[in-house]
């Protein structure tokens, strides 16, 4: 079977259209991310300000982040599913009811512990972060586990080393790293 | 030398090769998806995919969710070698000229 180099440059310019296609597909869950990148970088950057109490990043997170799943479940049923049976379809069962329960305890211990509202917030960004770091392990996305650990840092260097500053520092460096994230795997090809 | 398969070669096939490697591993697309996608016709549509489950490149199943007809279709491990010695091939055309 022989080709001329237009007819394989064609060939190759319909795999790359016919694969853009799945885009919105595959990439619809990113959207719940930006939100909550977004979030995060006004309630943190306004509590540095007394503008807003920080605790309003938290609920609305939460509020964001069932309502964004909500609707990407229902838009994206049954358009694709992972195969039945398959460690991925297993995976993805799981993964929400683990998320269920971490943020039930989030929440509880939210009640019972009482902390100041630096250390709530931190308590937030990592319990987040650890799922994304989770979620990063089970599966195998380098790039969660990256972004999951690179948060949790940076919150943290903030927290000790400049604690008059904490609100505008997570702001930068936990809701900032989640809207360019998610904006930079929506626009990638 | 990676080669050309035959079988991938036809363009609306090619396409549908294409949106299945797309999707990842363990994922199965809605015939209605693809038909929505290439802009083909349930018969057309139906025959391509036919051609391509008898190559042994994709698996289609059939279900009901939420007690409606549903058809699934899913690349298969060989499907995807042979997508991408095709789209390897043809990436070897535009390099050798």
Redesign the interface.
């Known amino acids: ?1 022989n ?3 237009d007819e ?2 064609a ?2 310019d ?2 790359h ?3 853009a ?2 885009y919105p ?2 990439r619809a869950w990113l959207y719940s991310v930006l939100v909550i990148g977004i979030v995060w970088t006004i309630a943190f950057g306004l509590a540095q300000w007394n503008v807003l109490s920080p605790i309003w990043s938290a609920g609305e997170t939460i509020l964001v982040g069932v309502v964004c799943s909500f609707l990407f479940a229902q838009w994206l ?7 039945p049976g ?4 297993f995976l993805h069962t799981r993964l929400p009811i683990f998320y269920a329960v971490l943020y039930a305890f989030f929440i509880l211990w939210q009640f019972m512990l009482d902390l100041p509202q630096a250390q709530l917030a931190m308590l937030w960004i990592t319990v987040v972060m650890l799922a994304t770091i989770t979620t990063g392990i089970l599966l195998q996305q380098r790039l969660f586990i990256i972004v999951g650990v690179a948060i949790t840092v940076m919150a943290s260097i903030g927290y000790w080393a400049i604690p008059q500053y904490f609100w505008l520092w997570v702001a930068i460096f936990a809701g900032l790293p989640l809207i360019g994230v998610s904006l930079y795997l929506l626009r990638r090809r | 030398m990676p ?2 398969n ?1 079988v991938i ?1 036809q ?1 609306a096939r ?3 090769m ?2 299945l ?10 015939f ?2 693809l038909k929505g ?2 802009g083909l016709t349930d018969g057309n549509l139906g025959a391509h995919l036919h051609k391509l489950e008898e190559a042994g490149f994709v698996t289609i199943t059939k279900t009901f ?2 007690q409606k007809p ?1 058809t ?1 279709v ?1 690349i298969t491990e060989a499907g995807r070698a042979a997508f991408e010695a095709h ?1 390897a091939a ?2 070897a ?2 390099a050798n ?1």
């Open positions: 079977m080709l001329s180099r394989a440059q060939a190759l319909d795999i259209q016919a694969t296609r799945t597909l595959l049923t049954p358009v694709v599913r992972f195969t398959s460690r991925s379809a | 080669e050309l035959e070669h363009p090619l396409r549908i294409a949106i490697a797309a999707v990842s591993t363990e994922r199965q697309v809605t209605s998806f996608a290439l969710v939420r549903q699934y899913e789209r043809l990436r055309i535009l000229e």
